[in-house]
């Protein structure tokens, strides 16, 4: 998972450094791919789900929370843009994704994506053995609110290792104390969805992509994390 990990984030240090107005979130996927392939990977994303997604990548524009499509969308300056990559080396997965301005972008917006980073570092810090499932949802969501936004409920983290999703679900969300005890070994990908506005959120007619339902802006950061004894070690960095 460590290797998965790396490769997911040459993924995104590769699509971060072509993102820039006017280039095309299909040609994001295409740096995806050029990684994938030169690490001898495979991706988790490709063809998963129903109807089979069709990228490497989710790319999620402003509104767009998560399972954005890459393909002809141009980005523009103001915007901002989640991307997300997974990838699997022999067969253990990595997924993580992060969120980015397009050259100057509103300062509500930059906040919004701070908060967003804040909200996982802190979920992150509560991934400690003899902790509580729910110590990560709770830790995100006070970071959250205490700024003035919103998490969505419709979508969560997961467990990962040898499938991108295992159980449990990992929610952005809730009293701490709860759910499994967290021990060193297990593996999970934490991920919040941070609104500017609602939480609410609606997908859209490709039947992937899902947006708020108010049409303001969504933050989405992830990493993978493996709990160990001496506490969280993220695998989705370089
Ligand atoms: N990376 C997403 C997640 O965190 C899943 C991507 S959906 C896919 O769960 F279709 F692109 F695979
Ligand atoms: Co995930």
């Known amino acids: ?49 129903y109807p089979p997604f ?14 954005g499509v890459p393909g002809p969308y141009r980005l523009a300056e103001g915007d901002i843009i989640s991307i997300d990559c997974g990838a699997i080396i022999e067969g253990w997965h990595g997924d993580a994704a992060f969120t980015v301005g397009v050259g100057r972008i509103d300062p509500e917006a930059e906040r919004l994506i701070a908060v967003t980073e804040a909200s996982l570092a ?18 995100v969501q006070s970071v959250v609110e205490a700024a003035g936004f919103s998490v969505v409920r419709e979508y969560t983290g997961h467990g990962i290792g040898t499938a991108m999703h295992e159980a449990p679900d990992v929610p952005n969300w809730g009293r701490p104390g709860k759910g499994r005890r967290l021990g060193s070994g297990q593996t999970y990908a934490v991920e919040p969805m941070v609104c500017a506005g ?21 933050a989405h950061t992830e990493h993978t994390i493996a709990i160990t004894d001496h506490g969280p070690e993220i695998l989705t960095l370089p």
Not at 198 to 218: I, M
Request: aromatic share 2%; hydrophobic share 45%; charged share 20%.
């Open 198 to 218: 609602g939480p609410e959120a609606k997908v859209l007619q490709d039947q992937w992509t899902v947006a708020t339902v108010d049409g303001r802006l969504a």
């Open 54 to 67: 069709p990228g490497v990548i989710c790319a999620s524009p402003n509104d767009v929370i998560v399972h």
């Open 122 to 139: 802190a979920g992150i810090r509560a991934m400690v053995p003899g902790g509580r499932l729910s110590d990560i949802g709770s830790a």
């Open 1 to 49: 998972m460590r290797q998965a990990g790396r490769v997911v984030a040459e993924m995104h240090a590769a699509i971060r450094a072509a993102i820039r107005p006017g280039v095309t979130t299909a040609a994001l996927d295409r740096i995806g791919r050029d990684v994938i392939e030169r690490r001898g990977a495979r991706s988790n994303f490709l063809g998963y789900g």
